[in-house]
C-alpha cells in the first residue's frame, strides 16, 4: 500500500498533549492542505511525519514501512520547516549541495531556474537573508529535492503578494511534472484554496476534519434573511457561525440541508468559502497558548 | 519641531546601494503603513529609525534631535523586528522585565490582558515558542512599551487569520488611547488598508509613492470595457497595469482623469484598492534578490 498511513499518532510534551490520537492517510500524488489555529498542531504533525521528532504512541507507515528511523522511508519525505535550521556562514549554493549529499539526489537546474525567477543569488550566505528571502531559499530547496513527499510549513511566510503568487505557481508546476504528495500548511487559506485537492483540519491537537475540499465546499452553506425566517428554516440544522448586517442575519451551516423544508422566499442559500468554514470551525475555544 | 525627519538617508552595504537618498517625515499621532516587495528596503529603514544599524549618509531627526546613539531621542522609538534578538532560554516574563529595565517603563497590565487574550502563557520560555506566538509576543511587547513611536515590522507573520484580526485590533485600541505615531510594515496589504492614515511605498530603495492613504486612493482608477475604447479613453494616461477578461479590458490608471474627455456608454470608472496598486507600481521590475 503506498503512501503515508497515520495510526493512532499522539504527541506529548511533559503533561502537555499536543495531538490527541490522529488517524488519516496522504494518499500519492495529491496536494493536501493542512490548516489549523496557531498552536494547533500542525507544525508538531509535519516533524513527525519527517521523523524530527518521535510519537509519544501510534505508528506512521511510509509506503507500508515504519518510518522511524528508517533510512529508506525518510529519504522519500522533505520537510520545508519553519523553522530555520541552516549554518548562518554557508553559502546558499553549500547548502544544495549539502541537501544533494543527504538525498542522493538534486534538482540544480530547476533551483539555478526558481532563483532566476525570485532574484536570489546563490552566492549569498544564509544567514544574510531577510525573512522573505529564507522561505524563498527555503522552498526552492524543497522543490529541488526530488523527494516522493514534499511537506511545506508555511511556504510563503514573509512574502509579498508577487511573490506568494511565484509560490503557488511553482508548487503547480512542480505538481503537474511530477505528480508527488504534497502538505501545504498554511495560514492564507483563501490563496491556496484552489491548490488544495484535500483538506486537513487541526484543532487542539484533534484532526477535526478530513476530507475533499470539492466534498467539504458542496457542505458549506450561508443562509441569508431575516432573521426570524433565517433561524425557522435551519432549525436542527449544524449551524456553525452566524453573522449580523442590520436586519439581515446570515447562518453558517456545515452538513447537509434538508431537501423536504421549504425555502421562504425571504430566505436564499448561498455558497461559503474555505477561509469563513475554517475561522467558524476552529474560533470558539481559541488557541492553546502554545 | 515634534515627528521625525528622515533627511537624504542612504544605507549601502559593500557595493549594494540598499536604500537610495529617502526623504520623508512621519508626524505625531498617526498611523503610517511601509509597503514594499520583498528586499525592497523596509527592514533596513525601520532599522536606520531605531538606530540598530546607521546611515551611509543622511540625518535622522527625532522631534529635532539627531538620533544617532542619542539615548533621550532612542528612548522615544521601539522597533518590533522580524529578526529574533531574544535568548531562547529566558521566560517571556523575564524578558518583558529586561525590556522594563531598558526603557525605564513597561505596562505589564496591558501585556497581562493581551497574553490572556492571545492565550500566551508568560512562563515559558521564548525558545519554545512557534512562529506564530512568538509574533504574538514580541507584538505584545511592542504595546506595553510606552514609547511615543512604534515600529511594526510584520506584527503578523505567521498569525492565523483570528489571531491577525486580534493584533489589528489591538494596535487601534492602543491608538485611540494613546495617539502614537505606529508605523506597520507588512505585505497583506488588504488586511491594514483601513488601519493606515498614511501610505509610505518603497521600491529597490526609492520612496516611490508617500500620501495620505485617502488621497491616494481617490487617485487609483480601474477603467472597464471593450480594449479598444478603454484604450481610446486612457490614451496619454498614467496606466500603470492592465487585466484582461474575455473580450474585456481593464486598465489601471494612477493619476487625475481628464474631466474634459467624454467616457463613451460602454466604458465605465472603477475604485480599484490598495493592494492591487501596490501590485502594479511594483511589478514591473521584480525583487532585488536581496
Redesign the interface.
Same mark, same amino acid.
Given at each position: 500500500m503506498t503512501g503515508i498511513q497515520i495510526k493512532q499518532v499522539t504527541k506529548n510534551y511533559g503533561k502537555k498533549k499536543i495531538l490527541k490520537p490522529i488517524d488519516c492517510e496522504l494518499q500519492p500524488g495529491k496536494i493536501y492542505g493542512l490548516l489549523? /489555529?496557531?498552536?494547533a498542531g500542525k507544525?508538531t504533525l509535519l516533524s513527525l511525519l519527517a521523523n524530527r521528532i518521535f510519537p509519544t504512541s501510534g505508528e506512521i507507515l511510509v509506503d507500508d514501512q515504519n518510518a522511524i528511523d528508517n533510512a529508506q522511508a525518510l529519504g522519500k519525505i522533505y520537510l520545508m520547516s519553519?523553522?530555520d535550521l541552516y549554518p548562518a556562514s554557508q553559502s546558499l549554493e553549500q547548502l544544495m549541495r549539502g541537501t544533494e549529499l543527504l538525498y542522493g539526489k538534486f534538482n540544480f537546474q530547476l533551483a539555478y531556474d526558481l532563483a532566476g525567477e525570485?532574484?536570489?543569488?546563490l552566492q549569498q550566505k544564509f544567514g544574510k537573508?531577510?525573512?522573505?528571502?529564507r522561505s524563498?531559499f527555503k522552498l526552492i530547496t524543497a522543490l529541488a529535492t526530488p523527494v516522493q513527499y514534499l511537506l511545506l510549513d508555511?511556504p510563503t511566510?514573509?512574502?509579498?503578494?508577487?511573490? /506568494?503568487d511565484l509560490v503557488y505557481q511553482a508548487i503547480m508546476d512542480d505538481y503537474l511534472k511530477h505528480h508527488r504528495t504534497v502538505v501545504i500548511a498554511t495560514?492564507l487559506?483563501d490563496e491556496v484554496a484552489n491548490l488544495m485537492e484535500h483538506v486537513l483540519i487541526i484543532d487542539h491537537g484533534d484532526l477535526v476534519l478530513n476530507g475533499e475540499t470539492e466534498d467539504i465546499l458542496a457542505n458549506a452553506h450561508l443562509i441569508v434573511g431575516p432573521a426570524k425566517d433565517v433561524a425557522k428554516y435551519t432549525d436542527g440544522f449544524n449551524i456553525i457561525g452566524q453573522e449580523t448586517l442590520g436586519r439581515i442575519t446570515g447562518y453558517y451551516v456545515y452538513g447537509p440541508l434538508d431537501d423536504q423544508r421549504i425555502l421562504p422566499d425571504t430566505v436564499s442559500i448561498e455558497q461559503t468559502n474555505l477561509?469563513k468554514l475554517?475561522?467558524y470551525l476552529?474560533?470558539n475555544q481559541?488557541?492553546?497558548?502554545?
Open positions: 489549523g /489555529r496557531n498552536g507544525s519553519e523553522k525570485f532574484e536570489l543569488n537573508l531577510s525573512t522573505g528571502y524563498i508555511e511566510l514573509g512574502l509579498d503578494a508577487n511573490h /506568494r495560514h487559506i477561509q475554517f475561522v476552529t474560533n481559541g488557541g492553546i497558548g502554545k
